[in-house]
């Protein structure tokens, strides 16, 4: 944590695992404020995940449908999916979470950053790609998943997200973030073919 902000931090004094799940632990933890009094914090541990956009070469995303049962409908969502261990490279679950999914492979992998959906009770930071360069063969899902996937156009979903048509947040940020990152591409590209013209 940066200095200056040493006088907002919190400090377990004690800890207690609730529920022990397959995906999720729950804690309970006393807490020393950063005045000197003590709290609670209820908080939920997690491994980690991964999102992907897919891009196709005709400007798509390789989108997938699945009904998410704690919400109760089926949402619109990028590939994802948790590391199966806590020190799993992110770079290849991403991959491997592109390739089962949707069935793609890529040529060319994009750290787009880090989301943190619910930081204030939960733990799980989910790092999102952009994969680029697609082939595309056949899906391995798991036994208890079962999705469809969609080809929208980027800019479609640019849309979505800002009329809030896309509910999920690990999508909205991941679609906006690269939408951002190709109008960089395009403006360096475009920077670089007047030094050249300069130079001609």
């Not at 040529?107 to 790609?129: F, K, M």
């Amino acid at each position: 944590m940066d200095r200056e902000y040493e006088s907002l931090k919190e400090s377990c004094a004690s800890s207690r695992l609730i529920f022990d799940g397959k995906v999720l632990h729950l804690y309970v933890d006393q807490i020393r404020l950063p005045n000197g009094g003590t709290g609670e914090r209820e908080y939920i541990r997690h491994n980690g995940a991964v999102a992907v956009i897919p891009l196709t070469d005709e400007g798509e995303v390789v989108c997938v449908r699945q009904y998410r049962y704690a919400v109760g409908r089926v949402l619109t969502e990028i590939p994802a999916g948790k590391l199966d261990r806590i020190d799993e490279d992110p770079r290849e679950a991403a991959l491997r979470e592109l390739r089962e999914e949707t069935g793609a492979t890529c040529r060319r992998l994009t750290h787009l950053g880090v989301y943190l959906g619910s930081p204030a009770i939960l733990n799980e930071r989910i790092d999102l790609y952009l994969a680029e360069g697609l082939t595309f063969g056949e899906q391995d899902l798991d036994e208890d998943e079962f999705l469809d996937t969609v080809r929208i156009p980027l800019d479609e979903l640019v849309d979505q997200a800002m009329m809030g048509e896309l509910p999920d947040g690990k999508t909205q940020l991941a679609v906006l973030r690269v939408r951002e990152l190709l109008r960089r591409r395009e403006a360096e590209g475009a920077k670089k073919g007047e030094c050249n013209n300069d130079k001609a």
